[in-house]
């Protein structure tokens, strides 16, 4: 999912969820007139919801004219006033989750893909997207978990499957992510993702000639190749077999061009195969441009570092060496206690641990929600309680916003994957 899709998920699940429920109230919304702006639209259904609390379908309309004005927070509280009155909708909890992580309200997103796939089993994008937030969060088994059921659910889901095999991979195992892929291109045999999969599986265990090869299928079944001939450009560049920088110059020449040569991590790659090819001097800019985008991007600050080192700028490289160990050790001390959080999902430990690293590492939304879940698993938690006051009035928030499955006592850690 590209990253502006928020923008246009909403409005195609709102346009599902006004036409398949049947209102409280089912006085439908008068239109505005098409001359409007928006503001007046949204003015105008603000006045209707005032007067009819209860009319759902205003809600979900002003949540449309915010949401395409790119308004999310405003559309997420509008969405927030109608789950509560409208019957319950496996749509209308998806396109409240997809709007809160757009707004970072991660809590919301949370308890919206939590109750899509509760409300709508069938419902392919809830358990995909609740699988890739447990995912964004490093909860692994959570993910694992979402998906078998999932899968269960719906067993000839290319999407499910395809996730099932990236989870594979995320959390270590090579060999899983190989069986998973080999059911994909199985049952798939058109589509990339299988044989993308495989090709990962396969460098992951140092079978780089399998790689190659597996990946070349995958871009040829890509209606968009690029992505796929990204990953084939990083194989030439890592295999340990027969490295060949100047075919990975030559696959991103090939597909890598217009606005997509300027995206971090195609520069991050090309980077890497200029210094590969002993062209340190272009390398160097790339990485430098990077970091210009990405300031803690651990790749490009180590690789920048050890070319100023080699130019003998010995004061440059020793000012990324230091941000290089910072975000280092940030990284080692997340995957420790990501692994205590993953054996242990009911404890608060390792939630408030997780949230205090999210904290140092200035990701505000995730340092909310694994605060939230710390104080819902031990109200006493003082540390948890304040350090999700502070995280949400640093997003402009109180308690009283926090969304109802993350409220002290509220039953199950969301870490367990539960729905």
């Known amino acids: 999912m590209s990253p502006h899709s928020h923008k246009w998920l909403p409005l195609m699940l709102l346009a599902a969820v006004t036409a398949g429920c049947s209102a409280r109230s089912s006085t439908p919304v008068p239109p505005a007139r098409p001359a409007e702006e928006p503001e007046a639209k949204a003015r ?96 692994v088994s959570a993910a694992e978990g979402v998906l078998a059921r999932g899968s269960a659910r719906l067993p000839h889901s290319l999407r499910i499957l395809r996730e099932r095999a990236s989870v594979a991979a995320a959390g270590g195992s090579p060999e899983d992510a190989a069986r998973i892929a080999r059911e994909l291109i199985a049952r798939f045999p058109a589509s990339p993702f299988g044989y993308s999969a495989l090709a990962d599986a396969h460098a992951a265990r140092g079978r780089w000639r399998e790689a190659v090869l597996t990946g070349q299928k995958a871009a040829a079944r890509a209606p968009d190749p690029f992505p796929f001939q990204l990953r084939l450009a990083e194989y030439e560049i890592e295999r340990t077999d027969a490295p060949n920088p100047t075919r990975a110059l030559a696959i991103l020449e090939s597909g890598g061009q217009g606005e997509r040569r300027n995206e971090p991590q195609v520069r991050y790659v090309r980077g890497r195969a200029l210094k590969s090819a002993g062209r340190a001097a272009e390398a160097a800019a790339e990485f430098e441009a990077v970091c210009a985008q990405e300031p803690t991007h651990v790749g490009a600050l180590r690789e920048l570092a050890r070319i100023y080192t080699e130019r003998g700028e010995t ?53 909310a929600l694994e605060f939230g879940i710390a104080r819902m698993l031990n109200p006493r938690n003082k540390s948890a309680a304040q350090g999700l006051a502070e995280a949400l009035r640093k997003q402009g928030r109180d308690l009283d916003s926090v969304a109802p499955r993350l409220r002290p006592g509220a039953a199950g850690a969301p870490a367990r994957g539960s729905s």
């Open 44 to 139: 105008y259904l603000q006045a209707l919801v005032d007067r009819q609390p209860h009319h759902w379908r205003a809600y979900v309309r002003l949540a449309s004219v915010r949401t395409a004005s790119g308004q999310n927070r405003e559309a997420l509280d509008a969405l927030r006033s109608a789950v509560e009155v409208a019957p319950p909708s496996g749509g209308l909890y998806a396109t409240l989750a997809d709007t809160a992580e757009a707004a970072g309200h991660l809590d919301w997103a949370l308890h919206g893909w939590q109750s899509a796939v509760q409300h709508e089993p069938m419902l392919t994008l809830g358990w995909v997207r609740l699988a890739r937030l447990y995912l964004r969060l490093g909860w």
């Open 315 to 367: 004061a440059r490289a020793r000012a990324l060496i230091t941000e290089d160990l910072a975000q280092a050790s940030l990284v080692r001390e997340r995957s420790e206690v990501l692994r205590r959080l993953n054996q242990q999902p009911g404890s608060d430990g390792p939630h408030l641990e997780m949230a205090e690293l999210h904290v140092r590492a200035g990701d505000l939304p995730e340092a």
